[in-house]
């Protein structure tokens, strides 16, 4: 995803690109793998300003069910069939929407769940073992599949594991495997990189590290872009 346009790699080694995806300005955007009922596979594309599905011949399908958020946090995310994303529309930025099941092109105006108030709006989705979990402004919140059935959303919160970090910016957040980390922001304004691995939240960052983002992370730390790289495997 580059400023207006997302550019694909085929199996052909070459590059297509589909435009209409927003300004640069509104943030990065995201993908996840998903397949159909059928058992089709699909790459699923968000960016703050629209949403694609790409199926394994290269057919792009623009997301345009008129329950799907007219703006999203641009991170998607899969389980159980069905692709959550999380709404970035004002006033509704604490909820986490739901295609139906094995369609990720069929949305319902109530297929959807919100994060608690006081957990503030959802900077972005990711998958966590079995759960979606929102990272939120001010709180960390988890959702497991409980086979609520259709049209509503299948989701239900689970307390146990709600934690008081905040995330600061969805563009800090990476993942490798089940593990995620973050830039998030404790109740008493600390703020450095954190990960999540077996529903725990530790802070990975040393005070060096924590100095420098505070010093060049700009205006509310909204800055840069998570990335992750193995070294010898690691």
């Given at each position: 995803?580059?400023?207006?346009s997302?550019?694909?790699?085929?199996?052909?080694d070459?590059?297509?690109a589909?435009?209409?995806?927003?300004a640069?300005?509104?943030?990065?955007g995201g993908?996840v793998d998903?397949?159909?009922?059928?058992g089709?596979s699909y790459?699923?594309?968000?960016?703050?300003?629209?949403?694609m599905?790409?199926?394994?011949?290269?057919?792009?399908?623009?997301i345009?069910?008129?329950?799907?958020?007219?703006?999203?946090?641009g991170?998607?995310?899969?389980?159980?069939?069905?692709v959550f994303?999380a709404?970035a529309?004002?006033g509704?930025?604490?909820r986490i929407?739901?295609s139906?099941?094995?369609?990720?092109?069929?949305?319902?105006a109530?297929g959807y769940i919100e994060?608690e108030?006081?957990s503030?709006e959802?900077k972005?989705?990711v998958?966590?073992?079995?759960?979606?979990?929102?990272l939120?402004?001010?709180r960390?919140?988890?959702?497991?599949?409980a086979?609520?059935?259709?049209?509503?959303?299948?989701l239900q919160?689970?307390?146990?594991?709600l934690n008081s970090?905040?995330?600061?910016?969805?563009?800090?957040v990476?993942?490798?495997?089940d593990?995620?980390?973050?830039?998030?922001?404790?109740?008493?304004?600390?703020?450095?990189?954190?990960k999540l691995e077996?529903?725990?939240?530790?802070k990975?960052s040393?005070p060096?590290?924590?100095?420098i983002?505070?010093?060049?992370?700009?205006?509310?730390?909204?800055?840069g872009?998570?990335?992750t790289?193995t070294i010898?495997?690691?």
């Amino acid at each position: 995803l580059w400023d207006t346009s997302l550019y694909l790699q085929t199996a052909d080694d070459t590059y297509t690109a589909q435009t209409g995806f927003g300004a640069a300005t509104q943030g990065p955007g995201g993908f996840v793998d998903g397949k159909t009922t059928a058992g089709d596979s699909y790459c699923f594309v968000s960016s703050p300003a629209q949403s694609m599905t790409i199926s394994t011949s290269d057919i792009v399908t623009v997301i345009s069910d008129a329950d799907f958020p007219a703006s999203t946090t641009g991170t998607p995310t899969f389980l159980d069939g069905y692709v959550f994303v999380a709404s970035a529309v004002s006033g509704q930025t604490r909820r986490i929407h739901n295609s139906a099941v094995g369609d990720e092109t069929t949305w319902t105006a109530s297929g959807y769940i919100e994060a608690e108030e006081a957990s503030g709006e959802i900077k972005g989705l990711v998958k966590h073992h079995k759960y979606i979990v929102a990272l939120c402004a001010d709180r960390i919140e988890f959702f497991r599949n409980a086979g609520i059935p259709a049209p509503n959303s299948p989701l239900q919160r689970d307390t146990q594991y709600l934690n008081s970090i905040g995330c600061v910016n969805r563009a800090t957040v990476a993942t490798v495997g089940d593990v995620t980390y973050f830039v998030g922001r404790e109740d008493n304004g600390v703020t450095g990189v954190y990960k999540l691995e077996e529903f725990k939240i530790t802070k990975v960052s040393n005070p060096s590290v924590d100095a420098i983002m505070n010093i060049y992370g700009g205006v509310g730390l909204n800055f840069g872009s998570g990335q992750t790289f193995t070294i010898n495997g690691t």
